[in-house]
């Protein structure tokens, strides 16, 4: 059986490889998209009520749930696995902060973000592996 571990490096290794392609097929387009645009503004709505302000978007990708956070008030910073991902990111959202890192061993010490978003991030994720990246 393969590790769930080398799974994910399958799985950043193959978006580093369609990075370009990716984020032309999922441009920022939250405002076309209205559940979407609901869903975030309601996540940064309960963020910001509860006294908080940081948020981390968690596989990030090219940054367009880490912007609709930012445009929601939060104080919103991506990692993403991929650093062609963040490179995109980094491009088209010079004004955010993004970094290379995995989400299972996040480079912020804890309690360091108020809210953690893993839009569209954890589907690869095996099930099992999901409690502890939920802890991480």
């Not at 950043?12 to 975030?40: G, K, N």
């Not at 299972?104 to 804890?110: F, I, N, T, V």
Request: glycine share 6%; hydrophobic share 45%; proline share 7%.
């Amino acid at each position: 059986m393969q590790s769930p571990w080398l799974l994910w490096l399958t799985v950043y290794d193959q978006y580093e490889l369609i990075a370009t392609e990716y984020a032309a097929m999922f441009p920022d387009d939250f405002e076309a998209r209205p559940f979407d645009q609901h869903f975030v503004a309601s996540f940064a709505e309960l963020v910001l009520r509860s006294g908080g302000e940081r948020a981390l978007d968690a596989g990030c990708g090219p940054g367009q749930a880490t912007a609709a956070l930012a445009r929601c008030g939060l104080s919103a910073e991506g990692v993403d696995g991929s650093p062609a991902m963040v490179a995109i990111a980094r491009d088209r959202y010079p004004h955010l902060s993004f970094r290379v890192a995995d989400m299972r061993e996040l480079p912020h010490p804890a309690a360091s973000f108020a809210a953690v978003s893993a839009w569209y991030s954890i589907i690869h994720t095996p099930v099992d592996v999901l409690p502890s990246l939920f802890e991480e």
